[in-house]
C-alpha cells in the first residue's frame, strides 16, 4: 500500500472516530457509503520540509462545497479530541496533519461513490457527467443534513 492511499484510510478513519466519539448516529449510514478512496487527498506544500509538515488538499472534483466544509469540520473536531483527550494524559502517536486549503489547489476526478444525497455530489460535476452515468450513481433526490455540534472557540477568541 502507498502512502498515498495511507491518507486515505486515515483521513476515513478519524472522521469516523468523531462520528462515534460524539454519538452522530445519523451521520453512520453516509460513512457506510464511503470508502477511504472517496477522501480527498493530500501533496505536500512545497519543497522545503517543515516542522510540522503542512499538506494542500487535494480536492476530489465530484464532492460538493457542502460535503467538503462538512468533512472539514469533522477535522478540526478530530483535531480537537486529540489534543484534549478526555480520561487520558496525552494522544500518543504523530498529531493529525495540517491539511491546508489553497485557490490553486489541485483538482482531481477521483471515484465517486454511489447512493449518496443529491447535496453531496458538485452540481456542476453531475451536469457534465453522460446521462447513463449520472444515473448509474443511483443519487438519492433528497438533500442530506450535514449537522455538526459547534467546534469549542479557541482560546483568547470570544
Known amino acids: 500500500m502507498c502512502a498515498g492511499s495511507l491518507t486515505f484510510f486515515q483521513l476515513r478513519d478519524n472522521r469516523i472516530f468523531v462520528i462515534l466519539e460524539f454519538g452522530l448516529n445519523e451521520h453512520r449510514r453516509l460513512f457506510s457509503l464511503l470508502r477511504p478512496i472517496h477522501m480527498s487527498g493530500d501533496e505536500t506544500d512545497g519543497p522545503e520540509k517543515t516542522h510540522p509538515p503542512t499538506f494542500r488538499i487535494v480536492e476530489a472534483r465530484w464532492q460538493s462545497l457542502a460535503l467538503k466544509l462538512f468533512f472539514r469540520r469533522l477535522d478540526a473536531l478530530y483535531r480537537e479530541c486529540w489534543a484534549k483527550p478526555v480520561g487520558e494524559r496525552a494522544t500518543c502517536g504523530n498529531p493529525p496533519r495540517i491539511r491546508v486549503e489553497r485557490k490553486d489547489a489541485r483538482v482531481e476526478d477521483s471515484i465517486a461513490p454511489i447512493g449518496l444525497w443529491r447535496n453531496c455530489y458538485d452540481e456542476e ?33 470570544q
Open 125 to 157: 460535476w453531475l451536469r457534465s457527467l453522460r446521462p447513463h452515468v449520472r444515473a448509474s450513481l443511483n443519487v438519492i433526490q433528497d438533500d442530506y443534513k450535514f449537522t455538526l455540534p459547534a467546534p469549542k472557540p479557541s482560546p483568547g477568541r
